[in-house]
T-cell receptor
Framework: RKEVEQDPGPFNVPEGATVAFNCTYSNSASQSFFWYRQDCRKEPKLLMSVYSSGNEDGRFTAQLNRASQYISLLIRDSKLSDSATYLCRGGNNRLAFGKGNQVVVIP | NAGVTQTPKFQVLKTGQSMTLQCAQDMNHEYMSWYRQDPGMGLRLIHYSVGAGITDQGEVPNGYNVSRSTTEDFPLRLLSAAPSQTSVYFC?????????????FGDGTRLSIL
């Protein structure tokens, strides 16, 4: 089993709607997780850090469920500019990424 | 503040040629890593280093060598390029490798092997 797994989608969401997706991890020792945003195979850029139960930044909310070993990302009031691939990162030393969740916001 | 700098940005090689992808960071980060990204495959870890003089293999290390003689630099060497190594390569660094710190990425090297 890969250390971090994501459903690549795409997740098509109407502008203004809410979209949520998960990232599952296999290493129960992982303490911290990160969500990155990647545009058109440019470099990934840090979106949010998740150190405990969750984090919130404006329209973006990340939740960590240690019992079920997954992290979720929720985007409220989706904008066209939110169209991107969202990568989840976990692990220790061998820092692993999921394949990413592709989000397409539709006008 | 340059962050993570990768060179070159683009490169075309012939099968069998060798080359080195350069990566340098100016943030005094201990942890550095190389990933390759192919369509539908996400970011796959090639090699990583937890500090100068220490390197280890990631998920897809075959065909690649690394060394870490200084904290700042972490070059990736392709000894004999193969078409399967056509990819986008990203170098990343973080303060530590214990998973508790976010990584900073270079803007990538787009490599084509003919």
């Amino acid at each position: 089993r890969k250390e971090v797994e994501q459903d690549p989608g795409p997740f098509n969401v109407p502008e203004g709607a809410t979209v949520a997706f998960n990232c599952t991890y296999s290493n129960s020792a992982s303490q911290s997780f990160f969500w990155y945003r990647q545009d058109c195979r440019k470099e990934p850029k840090l979106l949010m850090s998740v150190y405990s139960s969750g984090n919130e930044d404006g329209r973006f909310t990340a939740q960590l469920n240690r019992a079920s070993q997954y992290i979720s990302l929720l985007i409220r009031d989706s904008k066209l500019s939110d169209s991107a691939t969202y990568l989840c990162r976990g692990g220790n030393n061998r820092l692993a990424f999921g394949k990413g969740n592709q989000v397409v916001v539709i006008p | 503040n340059a962050g993570v700098t990768q060179t070159p940005k683009f490169q075309v090689l012939k099968t069998g040629q060798s080359m080195t992808l350069q990566c340098a960071q100016d943030m005094n980060h201990e942890y550095m890593s190389w990933y390759r990204q192919d369509p539908g495959m996400g970011l796959r870890l090639i090699h990583y280093s937890v500090g100068a003089g220490i390197t280890d293999q990631g998920e897809v290390p075959n065909g690649y060598n690394v060394s870490r003689s200084t904290t700042e630099d972490f070059p990736l060497r392709l000894l004999s390029a193969a078409p399967s190594q056509t990819s986008v390569y990203f170098c990343a660094s973080s303060y530590s490798g214990d998973g508790g710190q976010p990584q900073h990425f270079g803007d990538g090297t787009r490599l084509s092997i003919l």
